[in-house]
């Protein structure tokens, strides 16, 4: 039986930046991640209609499929970031925006990414899975995944992080500043804040009134960490927000944590439930589960890569997408693609590098389109410095 077509093309591309030591691997590693895109599923038994060329029965599918999640040379450092590299090739010098969150499965694990903001999604740079049922972690649980993102990142960038209240920690921070990486975290309202006056508060009794935002400069928390605070008070955001930072607070503090929203939420949610369906699988276990979820980012790095070729490069868009203006984001956008050339019994495109300059995020309705473009004002900023 001949070979399918994203199957084989995905082997040709790909072949080009992974060299395994058992070619057989890459031969598994392009079959299910075109199985991945094709079904757009993360259980392995929904791949087995895109495996049909394989003169064999469902039980042997997947007796294969959970040997092959479980191979401990299926890892990321060689399938994964020689394709990563290869997309970020062109980002050398450049300022990046990181995320660092956790998303808790079945109350079970705890899946801890470091992703770049791009285009209103997030692009994995270093995963872990733990068998932790709290999204809550220390420092010693997401070092490593740091330290591999950092190894993986394009030669001379400038980042910044931005993290939850979660990730207040002060071994975090102090690694951060040791790394020069600027940061922006949110804050929780019972830290002790000491202001540049001498006087110590918590973060609740620095909160502005409705409709306002105060700027505290040159503050120390944690025993002996110098930095910023930002506060404000809008009902529009539900709560009030209160975010430190290295960078000196103006009230583009606030537009710089947000871009998390934008980032790392819809990504999850993209693994859960809105792309592959995670929440679905039956798949247990930290190592498989890792697995797994490297296939997934390996997928959703293609699909992104192909939405770029087909909507900024070749301005295919809206032979995909209904709305005026995107309401797709561009994984859903790439596996439309995919979906569309298979179709059509059309090639890929060349695998292209993403571009440095990051779109705007996906709106999928006006109502939206309005929110995303109007303009926060608020009544009264109060800046407070030595």
């Known amino acids: 039986m001949s070979i399918p077509q ?16 058992d070619q057989r691997h890459l031969h598994g590693f392009c079959e299910n991640v075109a199985a991945i895109l094709q079904a757009q599923s993360a259980c392995l038994s ?7 060329h394989r003169d064999c029965q469902a039980r042997s599918h997947m007796e294969r499929l959970n040997y092959f999640v479980h191979n401990a040379q299926i890892n990321a450092e060689t399938f994964y970031v020689p394709l990563l590299k290869q997309f970020l090739s062109a980002w050398q010098g450049m300022t990046m925006l990181l995320t660092l969150d956790t998303s808790v499965l079945w109350d079970q694990y705890c899946l801890i990414e470091v992703c770049l903001v791009w285009g209103g999604r997030s692009v994995v740079l270093a995963q872990q899975v733990l068998e932790h049922g709290s999204a809550t972690v220390g420092f010693e649980d ?10 993986r990142l394009p030669q001379d960038v400038q980042v910044t992080l931005l993290a939850d209240r979660g990730f207040e920690h002060g071994a975090l921070i102090r690694w951060l500043q040791q790394q020069h990486w600027n940061w922006a975290i949110r804050a929780k309202v019972d830290l002790n804040v000491i202001l540049s006056t001498g006087r110590t508060a918590a973060v609740a009794d620095l909160l ?19 930095c910023h605070l930002a506060t404000a008070h809008l009902s529009l955001a539900g709560e009030a927000w209160a975010v430190l930072s290295n960078l000196p607070p103006t009230l583009a503090t606030f537009e710089l944590y947000g871009q998390r929203f934008g980032g790392i939420e819809p990504h999850f949610k993209d693994y859960k439930s809105a792309a592959f369906d995670l929440i679905r699988s039956h798949l247990r276990g930290a190592a498989a589960l890792g697995c797994l979820l490297m296939l997934l980012a390996a997928a ?14 070749q301005g295919q868009r809206t032979a995909l997408d209904w709305h005026s203006q995107r309401g797709l984001s561009f994984l859903q956008l790439g596996l439309r693609e995919i979906e569309r050339l298979g179709y059509l019994n059309l090639p890929l495109p060349h695998l292209a590098t993403l571009p440095r300059k990051s779109p705007s995020a996906a709106t999928a309705s006006l109502k939206k389109r309005v929110q995303w473009e109007t303009r926060i004002e608020f009544s009264r900023v109060t800046v407070f410095s030595s």
């Open 142 to 151: 997401y070092r490593a995944v740091l330290e591999t993102a950092q190894q």
């Open 208 to 226: 502005p009134p409705q409709g306002e935002a105060y700027l505290f400069r040159e503050v120390t928390i944690l025993q002996d960490i110098d």
């Open 300 to 313: 959703t790095l293609i699909a992104i890569a192909i939405a770029v070729v087909a909507v900024i490069e």
């Open 46 to 52: 929904h791949w087995l209609p895109y495996l049909s």
């Open 6 to 21: 994203l199957y084989r093309q995905l082997q040709t591309q790909l072949s080009q930046w992974i060299v395994p030591k």
